[in-house]
């Protein structure tokens, strides 16, 4: 398999993580998202035409964008997705919060702070603050039901747990703390402790 990533990003880390867990080889091409070059005419013709990564090019020739379609593509069948119908739903919920209120709040401040360094304009500094707040409540959420939980789901680490992590153990470089989120933060070093763990600067 071939991975098109980025080596920063939190999305191309949850598959490079799954992948590894799973101890699947694959490849990584990695692209300048901060110089365009996900959204040269080739990559948009040829990879995703929402010129974005991660890009999972499988081994029969198959392009799959977006990191949680890729995750729940790679753990089918595996103990990273459970069985059950209601439980695979529940850990699609958790994916579907991490895209919708999540990933949007937590990973644009380490983006723009962390990753591209974008000078703090009026306007972009107003926009930061009304992200960290939808950010804190993101945590909240997620503070409430860790508490007294191991993991998302079932009692047991999955994707879910992925999906969510990638973003959250590297909230502080968007000016997060996570001194408030004590389940969270113990949720944190279960998920690192998984075997086959790999640090998100690892390619």
Same mark, same amino acid.
């Given at each position: 398999?071939?991975?098109?990533?980025?080596?920063?990003?939190?999305?191309?880390?949850?598959?490079?993580?799954?992948?590894?867990?799973?101890?699947?080889?694959?490849?990584?091409?990695?692209?300048?998202?901060?110089?365009?070059?996900?959204?040269?005419?080739?990559?948009?013709?040829?990879?995703?035409?929402?010129?974005?990564?991660?890009?999972?090019?499988?081994?029969?020739?198959?392009?799959?964008?977006?990191?949680?379609?890729?995750?729940?593509?790679?753990?089918?069948?595996?103990?990273?997705?459970?069985?059950?119908?209601?439980?695979?739903?529940?850990?699609?919920?958790?994916?579907?919060?991490?895209?919708?209120?999540?990933?949007?709040?937590?990973?644009?401040?380490?983006?723009?702070?962390?990753?591209?360094?974008?000078?703090?304009? @009026? @306007?972009?500094?107003?926009?930061?603050?009304?992200?960290? =707040?939808?950010?804190?409540?993101?945590?909240?959420?997620?503070?409430?039901?860790?508490?007294? =939980?191991?993991?998302?789901?079932?009692?047991?680490?999955?994707?879910?747990?992925?999906?969510?992590?990638?973003?959250?153990?590297?909230?502080?470089?968007?000016?997060?703390?996570?001194?408030?989120?004590?389940?969270?933060?113990?949720?944190?070093?279960?998920?690192?402790?998984?075997?086959?763990?790999?640090?998100?600067?690892?390619?």
């Amino acid at each position: 398999m071939i991975l098109h990533d980025n080596l920063v990003s939190g999305n191309g880390y949850k598959v490079r993580l799954l992948l590894t867990q799973l101890g699947i080889p694959f490849e990584r091409i990695e692209y300048d998202t901060g110089r365009g070059e996900t959204r040269t005419p080739g990559f948009l013709e040829n990879i995703d035409p929402n010129g974005r990564i991660p890009v999972l090019e499988t081994d029969d020739g198959e392009f799959l964008a977006e990191s949680d379609a890729i995750l729940f593509y790679l753990a089918e069948g595996t103990p990273f997705l459970p069985d059950g119908r209601l439980e695979r739903a529940r850990v699609l919920r958790w994916m579907f919060f991490e895209q919708y209120s999540h990933e949007p709040n937590i990973a644009v401040p380490r983006a723009w702070l962390h990753v591209y360094g974008l000078e703090m304009t @009026e @306007e972009r500094r107003l926009a930061l603050e009304a992200k960290r =707040k939808l950010g804190r409540d993101a945590l909240g959420v997620m503070e409430g039901h860790l508490t007294g =939980k191991d993991f998302f789901v079932g009692g047991r680490y999955s994707v879910a747990d992925i999906a969510l992590y990638a973003y959250t153990h590297v909230a502080h470089e968007g000016g997060f703390d996570l001194a408030d989120y004590p389940a969270v933060r113990a949720w944190i070093g279960r998920v690192a402790a998984q075997p086959g763990y790999i640090p998100i600067t690892q390619a």
